[in-house]
C-alpha cells in the first residue's frame, strides 16, 4: 500500500492508521484526505488557499461525479498496484502537476477506482515553509483542471 504523508506533520502521522482502514476493509479503493470537515487551528490555512481549495473541490464534485470536499491535502492512500496502473496512464491528463494531488485524484478516477474521503485534523505548519505559490501553482492546478474537462466531460 501507498500513503503519502506531507512532511510539514500539518496532517499528524496518528490519522495514518484512518487511510490504510480505509483501504484494507474495502471501504474504498483510493483514500483521500479532507482537512475541511473539522475545525482548523487558527493560521493552519491561508484564506485565499481555503477559498482556491474550496472551488476546487467544487469543480472536482461536478467534473468527477462524486463528492471531494479538499482537493488539495497532501495525505491520500491507495494499493501500489493501483498507482502502478495510474502512473503509467499519468499523460492521460497531462503532466504538469506541480504537487501530485490532482494527478493522483484524476487518475484514480480513471482507473475507476472507488475514491473515499478520510477527514483529517489539519494544524498550523510547525515544520518548513510552504513551497505553494498561491497564483502560479493556482493558475497550473485550474489549466490542470481544464485539461482534465476537455478529456471527461466534452468527450460524453
Same mark, same amino acid.
Given at each position: 500500500m @501507498? /500513503?503519502?504523508l506531507d512532511a510539514d506533520l500539518t496532517v499528524p502521522p496518528e490519522q495514518l492508521p484512518k487511510f490504510w482502514d480505509a483501504i484494507r476493509l474495502g471501504k474504498g479503493e483510493f483514500a483521500n484526505g479532507t482537512r475541511l470537515i473539522y475545525p482548523m487551528e487558527d493560521q493552519a490555512m491561508r484564506f485565499l488557499n481555503l477559498v482556491a481549495n474550496k472551488v476546487f473541490s467544487l469543480l472536482f464534485?461536478? @467534473?468527477l461525479s462524486q463528492r471531494f470536499t479538499d482537493s488539495l491535502c497532501g495525505t491520500k492512500a491507495m494499493l501500489r498496484s493501483d498507482y502502478t496502473r495510474l502512473k503509467s496512464g499519468r499523460s492521460y491528463f497531462g503532466? #504538469? %502537476?506541480p504537487f501530485g494531488? #490532482? %494527478?493522483l485524484i484524476f487518475g484514480a478516477s480513471k482507473l475507476g @477506482?472507488?475514491?473515499v474521503e478520510i477527514p483529517t485534523r489539519y494544524a498550523?505548519? =510547525?515544520y518548513g515553509q =510552504?513551497? /505553494?505559490s498561491r497564483f502560479?501553482?493556482?493558475f497550473l492546478l485550474l489549466r490542470m483542471v481544464l485539461f482534465a474537462f476537455m478529456r471527461i466531460k466534452s468527450m460524453q
Open positions: @501507498l /500513503i503519502i464534485t461536478w @467534473l503532466d #504538469f %502537476d494531488d #490532482f %494527478d @477506482l472507488k475514491a498550523s505548519r =510547525t =510552504t513551497q /505553494i502560479r501553482h493556482g
